[in-house]
């Protein structure tokens, strides 16, 4: 089967069968994989920075190792701001400012996000386009949010791209 790099689009060429030592799916291709292993930082955010799309680097316990530019971009955060914390943290979900933070709400069980990345992480299987609705909570107005999220596992990590935002609605809180 011929595919491409769902990352860096390049050509991942015939398939091949065993997948050694990482439980990866077919949409990254070694290149890509080998730059996220690295464990160098700086060639880690070349690698992200190069691709054209909002992408979280999550590590175990569902917890934010970093983003790319395009992520800085969609957040309107900072690069401090987004590692070290949860997706909830980031996206400003309504849940993760309950009292335990993102992960510890009843909401947080079904939560698309959290429940697709940790199916990456358990299973190594990435997901594509899957729709998520988030509310969030930014200046004291809740909005309703919606896009899609796609995953893939990487050694330890899972790649969490988002795309396709879109604003439903928004109102006070209250
Ligand atoms: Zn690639």
């Given at each position: 089967?011929?595919?491409?790099?769902?990352?860096?689009?390049?050509?991942?060429?015939?398939?091949?069968?065993?997948?050694?030592?990482?439980?990866?799916?077919?949409?990254?291709?070694?290149?890509?994989?080998?730059?996220?292993?690295?464990?160098?930082?700086?060639?880690?955010?070349?690698?992200?920075?190069?691709?054209?799309?909002?992408?979280?680097?999550?590590e175990?316990g569902?917890k934010v190792r970093t983003g790319?530019?395009?992520?800085?971009?969609?957040?309107?955060?900072?690069l401090s701001e987004i590692e070290d914390t949860r997706?909830?943290d980031i996206?400003?979900?309504?849940?993760?400012?309950?009292?335990?933070?993102?992960?510890?709400?009843?909401?947080?069980?079904?939560?698309?996000?959290?429940?697709?990345?940790?199916?990456?992480?358990?299973?190594?299987?990435?997901?594509?386009?899957?729709?998520?609705?988030?509310?969030?909570?930014?200046?004291?107005?809740?909005?309703?949010?919606?896009?899609?999220?796609?995953?893939?596992?990487?050694?330890?990590?899972?790649?969490?791209?988002?795309?396709?935002?879109?604003?439903?609605?928004?109102?006070?809180?209250?």
């Open positions: 089967m011929k595919s491409i790099c769902a990352w860096c689009k390049s050509d991942i060429g015939e398939i091949k069968e065993d997948h050694e030592s990482f439980e990866i799916t077919h949409g990254i291709c070694d290149k890509c994989v080998k730059i996220l292993l690295s464990e160098n930082s700086k060639s880690m955010h070349e690698f992200l920075n190069s691709l054209s799309f909002p992408v979280i680097v999550i175990s569902v790319n530019k395009y992520a800085k971009m969609l957040l309107g955060k900072e997706p909830g996206i400003e979900c309504v849940h993760s400012h309950a009292p335990g933070g993102c992960g510890s709400d009843v909401h947080c069980k079904s939560c698309v996000i959290r429940n697709t990345v940790t199916k990456t992480f358990d299973t190594g299987k990435s997901f594509t386009n899957v729709p998520a609705y988030p509310d969030i909570e930014i200046l004291s107005k809740v909005k309703s949010m919606c896009f899609t999220i796609s995953t893939e596992k990487v050694g330890d990590f899972v790649l969490l791209r988002i795309d396709n935002v879109k604003e439903n609605q928004s109102h006070p809180i209250g």
